[in-house]
């Protein structure tokens, strides 16, 4: 028996060693794809200086991530858009409350091009018609003749439904628009597609060129920035949001308080986006 619980002393050890070092609190964050490399941001400067928090952080899209707040498979949903009267009721019926809604950053939605193209500004009338399909060559925008290849976002994500929202004005989006998976992807087709035009997060803008937007045909453009966003004549500036089941308590409220202090929207800044 001695004999016994001399080689299982050693194996006790090990258990009780490793769960010295496992984290006492983990916090899972979903959601959307614009904000996955702030949030991933986030969670690594914050788990620096806290290391007995684990932060979990994955994208997959605005709406994917207020799914899994209602389904309560995550604690920190990441949302572009702000949530529906229907997503808040789901979350009430089932949690009793309407979840609560943190703004964490500014953004706007920046029209990506090819650094060839020629097109320096496109008014908000202008991507409507590209987006719809109505606007199918850059010489009807000034551009060179050839046809405009245009690329967009999956309907799950939260950008996409802002901009159907404040640009295309509820309207569908023309068949001719090549949804991809995240915004990375987006980019990544512009900056190797000299016909090619996308939208997303300004973070996102790197080997692409960045389109002016006027509100009007024929009026200023205007560049996103700290100042354009802020003051609001940028025409499609946005916040970025948290949403939470309840009010944070604990660990979860620590970090949330976190992210919204100014460290915390240090961060914001030097990942790309604009502080509150």
């Known amino acids: 028996m001695r004999k016994k619980l001399t080689l299982l002393l050693p194996l006790i050890a090990a258990c009780i060693g490793l769960y010295a070092f496992m984290p006492a609190d983990i916090i899972t964050v979903k959601g959307s794809d614009t904000m996955v490399i702030l949030a991933q941001k986030w969670a690594e400067t914050y788990q620096a200086k806290n290391s007995g928090?684990?932060?979990?952080?994955?994208g997959g899209g605005s709406g994917t991530g207020i799914s899994a707040l209602i389904n309560g498979t995550t604690d920190i949903c990441n949302s572009s858009r702000p949530?529906?009267?229907?997503e808040k009721q789901q979350l009430k019926n089932r949690y009793g409350s309407p979840g609560v809604e943190v703004r964490v950053a500014?953004?706007?939605?920046?029209?990506?091009?090819?650094p060839s193209n020629g097109v320096a500004k496109l008014s908000l009338a202008q991507l409507k018609g590209i987006y719809m399909g109505t606007i199918t060559n850059w010489s009807q925008v000034g551009g060179k003749n050839a046809r405009i290849i245009v690329y967009g976002r999956e309907n799950s994500s939260g950008t996409y439904a802002f901009f159907k929202e404040h640009v295309l004005k509820g309207y569908d989006f023309g068949g001719s628009v090549q949804t991809l998976p995240g915004t990375a992807a987006v980019v990544n087709a512009v900056?190797?597609?000299a016909n090619g035009i996308g939208y997303g997060g300004f973070g996102y803008a790197k080997g692409v060129k960045i389109c002016q937007v006027?509100?009007?045909?024929?009026?200023?453009?205007?560049?996103?920035?700290?100042?354009?966003?802020?003051n609001g004549s940028y025409p499609i500036s946005r916040y970025l949001y948290?949403?939470?089941k309840n009010r944070p308590t604990g660990a979860?409220?620590?970090?949330?308080?976190?992210i919204i202090s100014a460290e915390g929207q240090a961060v914001v800044k030097k990942t790309g986006y604009f502080p509150l």
């Open 242 to 244: 948290i949403y939470l």
């Open 191 to 193: 900056a190797k597609d």
């Open 53 to 58: 928090v684990s932060i979990r952080v994955t």
């Open 252 to 258: 979860l409220k620590s970090y949330v308080d976190w």
């Open 106 to 114: 500014k953004d706007g939605i920046t029209i990506y091009v090819h």
């Open 214 to 230: 006027s509100s009007t045909d024929g009026g200023a453009g205007i560049t996103p920035s700290e100042q354009t966003i802020n």
């Open 83 to 86: 949530m529906t009267k229907t």
